[in-house]
């Protein structure tokens, strides 16, 4: 007697699983191109993101000082004995260096970017001014300090903290700062070949 092999059947709801994992794998790998497509930045975009760093790429070093000054009145420019008037100001204050991000330009070619940047400058130099401290001070009748002394030390010695922190190489220290900035932003944002150069700068013939 020839026995009948059952035929295997395969039900509804095990169609029902196949066509829905179809479906999700389907509906998976749309959403992964368009996540891709979303990472395509264009360079308003990147420029904007780069403007917002400026403060992170700013290098400020704190700095300590006593300035000495002194003066006295001069007719055809000999001194007038008598007439000495001298202080010292001990201070303290800051200095801020780094790239102006808003003349930063941006070409982007795919996962390709180049990002030119101004050179480094100084922003600001501050003295606080409630940290400053008057010592040794002269009173001279015939030649009395006045506010406008003060305000004359603060402003020789701020020059004079400018031109020692370019001779200290504070703006060599704000490019590369500037630099890493953008560098580690543009690698967030997905960009695999980066690349940063500074504007040449042309000497003023004088």
């Known amino acids: 007697m020839k026995e009948n092999t059952p035929v295997k059947k395969t039900s509804r709801s095990t169609y029902f699983f196949l066509i829905t994992t179809i479906v999700l794998a389907m509906l998976l790998i749309f959403n992964k191109m368009n996540n891709v497509q979303d990472k395509r930045y264009d360079t308003s975009t990147v420029l904007s993101?780069?403007?917002?760093?400026?403060?992170?790429?700013?290098?400020?070093?704190s700095y300590s000082g006593v300035i000495g000054f002194k003066d006295n009145?001069?007719?055809?420019n000999i001194s007038v004995p008598l007439t000495d008037k001298y202080f010292l100001l001990k201070y303290n204050g800051?200095?801020?260096a780094?790239?102006?991000?808003?003349r930063v330009k941006v070409n982007i070619n795919g996962e390709n970017v180049h990002v030119s940047?101004?050179?480094?400058q100084i922003f600001d130099v501050v003295i606080d001014e409630n940290s400053v401290k008057v010592y040794d001070e002269s009173e001279n009748a015939f030649n009395p300090i006045k506010i406008s002394d003060y305000n004359k030390a603060l402003i020789g010695e701020k020059e004079t903290i400018r031109q020692d922190a370019i001779r200290q190489?504070?703006?060599n220290d704000a490019n590369s700062q500037a630099e890493l900035a953008v560098k580690s932003l543009l690698q967030e944002m997905g960009f695999k070949n980066i690349h940063i150069t500074l504007e040449v700068v042309i000497p003023e013939l004088h």
């Open 49 to 61: 993101k780069i403007v917002h760093i400026q403060e992170l790429a700013t290098v400020k070093y």
């Open 73 to 76: 009145f001069k007719i055809l």
């Open 94 to 96: 800051y200095l801020k």
């Open 98 to 102: 780094g790239v102006d991000f808003s």
């Open 117 to 120: 940047m101004p050179r480094a």
């Open 169 to 171: 190489g504070v703006l």
